[in-house]
């Protein structure tokens, strides 16, 4: 059984930092590439960035690169999101997600494991 827990997420002034970090167990965690995505209240879910099972390639929404980065450590079994510089349209949940395979993906039918979510709140 995988499971997917999130943390870090809060409340943050505009212009301020979170690290959101994920923690997997269930199957070997660096076999699968792994992403994050994000639901604002009354939208869409949206992908927020991917990282491949070794880390070395990373997919990023266009609109979020030079803010957000994505990182893992294959020995913690432990996925993050660095996100700077956060602004009130980045108030959402945010999701983690395990992917089937190694290579990252932006659509969400990729991924078959989900985290709950963790709350981000950045007031203005």
């Known amino acids: 059984q995988v499971q997917l827990v999130e943390s870090g997420g809060g409340l943050v002034q505009a212009g301020g930092s979170l690290r959101l970090s994920c923690a997997a167990s269930?199957?070997?965690?660096?076999?699968?590439?792994m992403g994050w995505f994000r639901q604002a209240p009354g939208k869409e879910r949206e992908f927020v960035a991917a990282?491949?099972?070794?880390?070395?390639?990373?997919l990023t929404r266009e609109s979020l690169k030079g803010r957000f980065t994505i990182s893992r450590e294959n020995a913690k079994n432990t996925v993050y999101l660095q996100m700077n510089n956060l602004k009130p349209e980045d108030t959402a949940i945010y999701v983690c997600?395990?992917?089937?395979?190694?290579?990252?993906?932006?659509?969400?039918?990729?991924?078959?494991?989900w985290g709950q979510g963790t709350q981000v709140t950045v007031s203005s």
């Open positions: 997600a395990q992917d089937r395979n190694r290579a990252p993906d932006r659509g969400a039918d990729a991924y078959d494991y």
């Open positions: 269930g199957r070997t965690f660096s076999n699968y590439a």
């Open positions: 990282i491949s099972w070794s880390g070395f390639t990373t």
